[in-house]
């Protein structure tokens, strides 16, 4: 039996390709639709939101793309991430189940997505832009996209859900410290922002109202383009880095993983580690199940309709055919904030469509209870998000302890709680909510989703 606990890869070994999933499925994913005449975009459709370099990839067919030097080298700030096995919580669970994590939270950001942010400032910075514009959750792209625009001289400007603004002040002020400028959403700053507050003045915001903000202020100005945390295939492209080098660790840990688990809000850091694995499960190398979690306040996989949709609440951006609870949807203030978004990324939805891959709904309290477990036991505080991902991952190695099987179980713990302890505060102290599924809230914002061939 392998006995290592922490496996990692030399600085040589980092990933230089992204792994591009599209042109390996059987079918490839419905188009991206024109709002307004609902025909196939194109490339020139795209360009006033972002630099050309990406649009290709967002359409591309190429099975890998090279990840420039200058990124590469940023990368190697945090990069090759480790993977860990969690022996210490094994044992609390006197299992004979094998868990492994793939830590992405020694990042700058202590998350995965400076593997995007990075990226993406790169090839604005090449096209000669000189500001982004981004919306944030709970304040984890933000600082990300804040960090990536400081190591390329771009301004930043972030639009940051007001739930999230006011319960996590720490992600703003790291974002400040970055350099970035932040503003609560719904804001004044924008024609969307005050349309929203009009209806309501105590909005807490969502991901589709601030992505309306940050989207119309970078379509507004020729030197200023947009930047998305997640959803877009472009992102779960540059996610791939994870499921590369967590490959090549589980092979060094003599592992073949029977189950991969990851939390989805939009679908990267999950896709990012599935993807490869995907790959050689089509190639017949392996044969891992692979399970989406989300929260049971926002249940895009479980409970939404796969339809055209918005990937804003007011409805400006191009149509994605994915997983929607309705894109004027705003879900309950959970902790965790960055799984708050109606959308599933139009890729993970049609993989779903395709069978495969799998998903489940679970609740807060259920998150908290593993993510303390976990704490407990491994040492690292996670943030809310993978929290869910844990809860799954701690009730399959229960069901191991029953049944005896030394089931393999990989997990993406895609970033540290740090930045979370009041949430922690208050699930130790008894007055964390359990929201349930909010059926009627959905099935009103599903009655507004657009009406498409
Ligand atoms: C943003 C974020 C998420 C949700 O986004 P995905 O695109 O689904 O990965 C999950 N976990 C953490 C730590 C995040 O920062």
């Known amino acids: 039996m392998p006995e290592q606990t922490k496996i990692q890869l030399d600085e040589s070994e980092m990933p230089t390709r992204w792994y591009n999933l599209i042109p390996d499925l059987p079918e490839p994913p419905p188009p991206v639709l024109h709002p307004g005449t609902h025909e196939p975009v194109g490339p020139d459709d795209l360009a006033p939101l ?52 793939k830590y992405e939270g020694g990042s700058p950001a202590g998350s995965h997505k400076p593997n995007t942010a990075v990226a993406q400032a ?10 982004l514009t981004t919306e944030t959750g709970a304040g984890q792209w933000g600082s990300a996209l804040a960090f990536a625009c400081a190591q390329f001289g771009l301004e930043c400007e972030v639009w940051q859900v007001r739930a999230s603004y006011d319960q996590k002040p720490y992600r703003r ?81 003599g592992e073949t993983p029977d189950l991969l688990v990851g939390c989805t809000g939009g679908g990267s850091n999950f896709g990012g580690l599935c993807f490869p694995f995907i790959r050689e499960k089509m190639a017949g190398k392996m044969a891992p199940e692979i399970r989406a979690v989300e ?7 479980t409970k939404g309709v796969y339809a055209y949709d918005f990937g804003d609440a007011i409805g400006m951006t191009p149509l994605m055919k994915m997983h929607t609870l309705g894109h004027d949807f705003v879900p309950d203030p959970i902790h965790a904030g960055g799984l708050r978004y109606h959308g599933m990324a139009p890729l993970i939805s049609h993989v779903y469509e395709l069978g495969l891959l799998e998903a489940e709904a679970v609740g807060q309290t259920a998150c908290f209870e593993a993510g303390l477990q976990f704490a407990r036991t491994e040492g690292i505080v996670p943030a809310p998000e993978p929290t869910h991902a844990l809860a799954v991952a701690i009730e399959e190695a229960q069901a191991c302890a029953e049944s005896g099987e030394e089931k393999v179980i990989l997990t993406a713990l895609c970033g540290h709680g740090h930045f979370d302890l009041a949430a922690y505060d208050r699930y130790l102290s008894g007055e964390m909510e359990n929201y349930a599924y909010p059926e009627a809230k959905v099935a009103e914002a599903l009655s507004r989703i657009p009406a498409v061939g």
Not at 55 to 70: K, N
Not at 222 to 234: D, F, I, P, W
Not at 295 to 301: H, M, Q, R, S
């Open 50 to 101: 972002f630099p050309m370099d990406l649009i290709l990839q967002e359409v591309s067919g190429e099975r890998f793309i090279d990840i420039p030097e200058t990124v590469q080298e940023i990368y190697r700030l945090w990069r090759p991430s480790p993977l860990y096995r969690a022996r210490r919580l094994e044992k609390a669970l006197d299992t004979p189940a094998r868990i492994y994590y």
């Open 122 to 131: 790169y090839y604005n910075a090449q096209a000669g832009v000189t500001k």
């Open 173 to 253: 002020m790291m974002m400040e410290t970055f350099g970035a400028t932040i503003h609560p959403s719904p804001s004044e700053v924008t024609e969307a922002g005050r349309t929203i507050l009009a209806e309501d003045p105590d909005s807490p915001g969502s991901l589709g109202i601030a992505i309306s903000e940050a989207v119309e202020m970078a379509a507004g100005d020729e030197q200023t383009k947009y930047a998305l945390g997640s959803v877009l295939n472009h992102v779960l492209l540059h996610q791939t880095v994870i499921g590369e080098e967590a490959l090549l660790q589980m092979e060094r840990a």
């Open 295 to 301: 929260p049971a306040a926002c249940p895009t996989l």
